[in-house]
Protein backbone atom coordinates (compact mmCIF):
# COMPACT_ATOMS: atom_id res chain seq x y z
CA UNK A 1 0.00 0.00 0.00
CA UNK A 2 1.60 3.30 -1.71
CA UNK A 3 2.15 5.78 1.57
CA UNK A 4 1.60 9.32 1.60
CA UNK A 5 3.56 11.05 -1.76
CA UNK A 6 5.08 14.61 -1.59
CA UNK A 7 6.82 16.54 -4.66
CA UNK A 8 9.30 17.74 -4.77
CA UNK A 9 11.14 16.60 -1.89
CA UNK A 10 13.66 20.03 -2.37
CA UNK A 11 12.51 23.11 -3.84
CA UNK A 12 14.58 26.41 -3.68
CA UNK A 13 13.00 29.45 -4.64
CA UNK A 14 13.82 33.66 -4.60
CA UNK A 15 12.49 35.63 -2.75
CA UNK A 16 9.25 37.18 -4.60
CA UNK A 17 8.48 34.20 -6.33
CA UNK A 18 5.23 31.51 -5.59
CA UNK A 19 5.70 27.77 -5.31
CA UNK A 20 3.25 25.17 -5.42
CA UNK A 21 3.70 21.65 -3.53
CA UNK A 22 1.69 18.57 -4.31
CA UNK A 23 0.82 16.07 -1.76
CA UNK A 24 -0.96 12.38 -3.44
CA UNK A 25 -2.86 10.78 0.03
CA UNK A 26 -3.08 7.25 0.71
CA UNK A 27 -5.68 5.69 -1.09
CA UNK A 28 -9.28 6.20 0.12
CA UNK A 29 -8.26 8.70 2.47
CA UNK A 30 -10.33 11.80 1.52
CA UNK A 31 -9.32 14.30 4.32
CA UNK A 32 -5.34 15.79 3.78
CA UNK A 33 -3.69 18.39 6.12
CA UNK A 34 -0.45 20.16 6.08
CA UNK A 35 1.90 21.73 8.29
CA UNK A 36 4.70 24.21 8.50
CA UNK A 37 7.69 22.42 10.76
CA UNK A 38 10.89 25.09 11.38
CA UNK A 39 13.32 24.97 14.21
CA UNK A 40 11.86 28.11 15.89
CA UNK A 41 7.70 27.60 15.51
CA UNK A 42 7.68 23.22 15.23
CA UNK A 43 4.72 21.64 13.43
CA UNK A 44 2.38 24.41 13.02
CA UNK A 45 -1.20 23.52 11.05
CA UNK A 46 -1.89 25.26 7.79
CA UNK A 47 -5.46 23.70 6.55
CA UNK A 48 -7.20 20.75 6.03
CA UNK A 49 -9.51 19.62 3.25
CA UNK A 50 -11.97 16.61 2.71
CA UNK A 51 -13.39 16.24 -0.26
CA UNK A 52 -12.33 19.02 -1.81
CA UNK A 53 -13.68 21.42 0.79
CA UNK A 54 -11.33 23.40 3.40
CA UNK A 55 -12.69 22.41 6.66
CA UNK A 56 -10.38 24.18 9.28
CA UNK A 57 -7.66 26.70 8.65
CA UNK A 58 -4.66 27.84 10.84
CA UNK A 59 -3.35 31.40 11.61
CA UNK A 60 -1.40 31.99 8.29
CA UNK A 61 -1.74 34.71 6.20
CA UNK A 62 -3.57 34.58 2.94
CA UNK A 63 -0.68 33.71 0.92
CA UNK A 64 -1.01 30.28 2.33
CA UNK A 65 -3.45 28.31 -0.02
CA UNK A 66 -4.44 24.91 -1.15
CA UNK A 67 -6.91 23.11 -2.53
CA UNK A 68 -8.35 19.75 -2.97
CA UNK A 69 -9.03 17.73 -6.35
CA UNK A 70 -12.01 14.95 -6.95
CA UNK A 71 -8.77 12.46 -6.80
CA UNK A 72 -8.40 13.59 -3.40
CA UNK A 73 -4.67 14.98 -4.41
CA UNK A 74 -3.65 18.10 -2.09
CA UNK A 75 -1.75 21.29 -3.52
CA UNK A 76 -0.83 24.11 -1.33
CA UNK A 77 0.66 27.24 -2.47
CA UNK A 78 2.61 30.13 -1.32
CA UNK A 79 2.71 33.21 -3.15
CA UNK A 80 5.12 36.06 -2.52
CA UNK A 81 7.76 33.82 -0.94
CA UNK A 82 9.25 35.37 2.00
CA UNK A 83 12.60 34.38 3.68
CA UNK A 84 10.54 33.22 6.44
CA UNK A 85 8.76 30.73 4.64
CA UNK A 86 11.37 28.38 4.62
CA UNK A 87 10.58 25.18 5.54
CA UNK A 88 9.89 21.85 5.92
CA UNK A 89 6.04 21.16 4.53
CA UNK A 90 4.38 18.15 5.41
CA UNK A 91 0.97 16.93 4.40
CA UNK A 92 -0.80 14.36 6.25
CA UNK A 93 -3.91 11.96 5.49
CA UNK A 94 -6.84 10.11 6.72
CA UNK A 95 -9.81 8.59 6.53
CA UNK A 96 -11.31 11.18 8.41
CA UNK A 97 -10.24 13.31 11.19
CA UNK A 98 -11.23 10.69 13.67
CA UNK A 99 -8.49 8.15 12.59
CA UNK A 100 -4.38 8.55 13.08
CA UNK A 101 -3.17 10.43 10.45
CA UNK A 102 -0.20 9.39 8.21
CA UNK A 103 2.34 12.00 7.16
CA UNK A 104 4.54 11.95 3.92
CA UNK A 105 8.36 13.07 3.56
CA UNK A 106 7.67 16.44 3.61
CA UNK A 107 9.02 19.49 0.75
CA UNK A 108 12.37 21.04 2.25
CA UNK A 109 11.29 24.62 1.19
CA UNK A 110 14.41 27.18 1.24
CA UNK A 111 13.87 30.61 -0.38
CA UNK A 112 17.17 32.51 -0.72
CA UNK B 1 -6.31 26.97 22.87
CA UNK B 2 -5.18 23.91 22.74
CA UNK B 3 -1.45 23.32 23.85
CA UNK B 4 1.10 20.91 24.25
CA UNK B 5 4.81 20.64 26.82
CA UNK B 6 6.67 18.27 26.29
CA UNK B 7 10.34 17.68 28.28
CA UNK B 8 12.87 20.02 27.42
CA UNK B 9 15.78 17.76 25.46
CA UNK B 10 17.99 16.83 24.70
CA UNK B 11 17.75 12.90 26.06
CA UNK B 12 20.88 10.59 26.19
CA UNK B 13 20.61 7.34 26.84
CA UNK B 14 22.83 4.15 27.13
CA UNK B 15 21.62 1.25 25.37
CA UNK B 16 18.90 -1.03 27.26
CA UNK B 17 17.73 2.12 29.36
CA UNK B 18 14.52 3.03 30.72
CA UNK B 19 12.82 5.70 29.08
CA UNK B 20 10.26 8.28 29.98
CA UNK B 21 9.35 11.14 28.13
CA UNK B 22 6.90 13.23 29.77
CA UNK B 23 4.12 15.19 27.99
CA UNK B 24 1.28 17.43 29.66
CA UNK B 25 -1.80 19.14 27.41
CA UNK B 26 -4.10 21.61 28.07
CA UNK B 27 -7.53 20.83 25.92
CA UNK B 28 -10.95 21.87 25.66
CA UNK B 29 -13.50 19.05 25.78
CA UNK B 30 -12.19 15.19 25.55
CA UNK B 31 -9.36 15.36 23.26
CA UNK B 32 -7.34 12.34 21.36
CA UNK B 33 -4.13 11.83 21.71
CA UNK B 34 -0.84 10.72 20.19
CA UNK B 35 3.26 10.21 19.97
CA UNK B 36 4.92 10.59 16.42
CA UNK B 37 8.53 9.57 16.01
CA UNK B 38 10.43 11.46 13.29
CA UNK B 39 13.81 10.11 12.03
CA UNK B 40 16.13 12.45 10.36
CA UNK B 41 15.05 13.33 6.91
CA UNK B 42 11.77 12.01 7.25
CA UNK B 43 8.05 12.89 8.29
CA UNK B 44 6.36 11.61 11.06
CA UNK B 45 5.20 8.62 11.69
CA UNK B 46 2.50 7.83 14.31
CA UNK B 47 3.90 5.32 17.28
CA UNK B 48 0.98 5.35 19.37
CA UNK B 49 -2.57 7.14 19.83
CA UNK B 50 -5.15 6.77 22.96
CA UNK B 51 -8.73 8.02 22.37
CA UNK B 52 -10.05 8.19 25.46
CA UNK B 53 -9.37 8.28 29.03
CA UNK B 54 -7.15 5.64 31.00
CA UNK B 55 -6.60 4.26 27.16
CA UNK B 56 -3.56 2.62 26.91
CA UNK B 57 -1.37 2.47 23.40
CA UNK B 58 1.35 0.89 22.72
CA UNK B 59 3.69 -0.55 19.72
CA UNK B 60 7.42 -1.27 18.98
CA UNK B 61 7.47 -1.90 22.83
CA UNK B 62 6.68 2.21 23.74
CA UNK B 63 3.59 3.02 25.79
CA UNK B 64 1.54 5.41 26.98
CA UNK B 65 -1.52 6.21 28.97
CA UNK B 66 -4.08 8.73 28.96
CA UNK B 67 -4.48 10.35 32.24
CA UNK B 68 -7.27 13.06 32.45
CA UNK B 69 -7.00 13.65 35.72
CA UNK B 70 -3.25 14.63 35.67
CA UNK B 71 -3.96 15.93 31.67
CA UNK B 72 -0.68 14.01 30.90
CA UNK B 73 0.55 11.28 28.25
CA UNK B 74 3.85 10.08 29.24
CA UNK B 75 5.93 7.77 26.28
CA UNK B 76 7.96 5.04 27.96
CA UNK B 77 10.00 2.36 27.01
CA UNK B 78 11.26 -0.37 29.30
CA UNK B 79 14.66 -1.22 26.81
CA UNK B 80 15.85 1.38 24.12
CA UNK B 81 17.51 0.91 21.12
CA UNK B 82 20.34 2.74 18.97
CA UNK B 83 17.57 2.34 16.65
CA UNK B 84 14.94 4.36 18.60
CA UNK B 85 17.11 7.36 18.53
CA UNK B 86 14.87 10.02 16.66
CA UNK B 87 12.80 13.12 17.62
CA UNK B 88 9.75 12.28 19.67
CA UNK B 89 6.90 14.31 19.64
CA UNK B 90 3.49 14.61 21.61
CA UNK B 91 0.12 15.91 20.02
CA UNK B 92 -3.43 15.89 20.60
CA UNK B 93 -6.19 16.89 18.63
CA UNK B 94 -9.81 18.14 20.19
CA UNK B 95 -13.15 16.87 19.24
CA UNK B 96 -15.43 19.48 17.48
CA UNK B 97 -14.51 20.96 14.50
CA UNK B 98 -11.15 20.92 15.33
CA UNK B 99 -10.32 19.17 11.71
CA UNK B 100 -7.62 18.06 10.63
CA UNK B 101 -5.56 19.88 13.23
CA UNK B 102 -3.13 18.41 15.53
CA UNK B 103 -1.24 20.28 18.01
CA UNK B 104 2.08 19.43 18.73
CA UNK B 105 4.82 19.47 21.54
CA UNK B 106 8.13 21.22 20.25
CA UNK B 107 9.45 17.73 20.14
CA UNK B 108 11.77 15.65 22.52
CA UNK B 109 15.65 14.22 20.77
CA UNK B 110 16.52 10.96 21.76
CA UNK B 111 20.05 10.01 21.42
CA UNK B 112 20.85 5.92 22.19
CA UNK B 113 24.25 5.05 22.51
CA UNK B 114 25.84 1.57 22.46
Known amino acids: KAGVTQTPRYLIKTRGQQVTLSCSPI?????VSWYQQTPGQGLQFLFE???????NKGNFPGRFSGRQFSNSRSEMNVSTLELGDSALYLC???????????FGSGTRLTVV | GDSVTQMEGPVTLSEEAFLTINCTYT??????LFWYVQYPGEGLQLLLK?????DKGSNKGFEATYRKETTSFHLEKGSVQVSDSAVYFC?????????????FGQGTILTVHP
Open chain 1, 49 to 55: YFSETQR
Open chain 2, 27 to 32: ATGYPS
Open chain 2, 91 to 103: ALRSGGTSYGKLT
Open chain 2, 50 to 54: ATKAD
Open chain 1, 27 to 31: SGHRS
Open chain 1, 92 to 102: ASSLDSDYGYT
